[in-house]
């Protein structure tokens, strides 16, 4: 059935689970998943690193790390619609191809479709740079500092179909000081994701089913 929640296999030392990272930007999401990787016996392991466009300078940790990091921008098609599908149809080709298990976006600025979600629901999460539900969308912390947030954080969560809507898995938060600027907060922030997020997959990886349960939404 379209849109049925389906957990990943658990993964082992001996046979961890396989993941994809998707980034769009400079991956330093993706430098600390892969960090904790090497640092241990671990239930996942990183076969697979995408991007949306070939520039995006996170493709180079992956590399470094041995990993298949390929680039994959926007095909050249008029239709957004249609360049959209033919997008994602190129990506599901690689992670295919790469017998991927479970996607971890790690700031991919890109909006999923429905069938792509629906194709990898429950195991597909995503890092967020604000304690959800609270600041969703592209300009976290642009909208916690406006909105005068004492304490802000981060969230991983499942992907639905919404924008930063899905099922909530854990969160971190951190404090916000007076004077910061965006990129203050965005610096602070980023130190605690990369602290929880390869903890959360590593812990989703060994126990799929531990992490319902823990919803805040
Ligand atoms: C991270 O802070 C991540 O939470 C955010 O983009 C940054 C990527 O940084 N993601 C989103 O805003 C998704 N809506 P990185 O490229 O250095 O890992």
């Known amino acids: 059935m379209e849109g049925s929640f389906v957990l990943p296999r658990k993964g082992s030392i001996s046979d961890p ?24 016996s671990r239930f996942f392991r990183t076969v697979l690193v995408l991007a949306d466009s070939n520039e ?6 992956g590399e470094m790390a041995g990993v298949e990091s390929v680039g ?3 095909p050249d098609i008029e239709s957004k619609r249609e360049q959209r599908l033919f997008h994602e149809k190129l990506i599901q080709t690689f992670l295919e191809r790469r017998d991927v298990e479970f996607i971890a976006l790690a700031g991919y600025m890109r909006i999923l479709t429905p069938g792509f979600v629906a194709k990898w629901n429950g195991r597909l999460v995503n890092i967020h740079p604000s304690l ?3 600041y969703p969308g592209a300009h976290a912390h642009r909208d916690a500092l406006a909105d005068g947030a004492m304490i802000s954080g981060c969230t991983v969560h499942f992907v639905d179909e919404g924008v930063d809507t899905g099922r909530i898995i854990d969160q971190a938060e951190v404090p916000v000081l007076s004077g910061d600027r965006i990129e203050d ?3 602070r922030v980023k130190n605690a994701e990369h602290k929880l997020y390869p903890r959360v997959i590593d812990g989703l990886a060994m126990n799929p089913s531990s992490f319902l349960g823990r919803s805040g939404n």
């Open 17 to 40: 689970l396989r993941i994809a990272v998707l980034i769009s930007g400079g991956g330093s999401g993706l430098a600390s998943i892969i960090a904790h990787e090497k640092s241990g």
């Open 132 to 134: 959800l539900p609270k």
């Open 72 to 74: 994959v921008p926007l």
């Open 56 to 61: 995006a300078g996170g493709l180079k940790h």
């Open 185 to 187: 907060l965005q610096e």
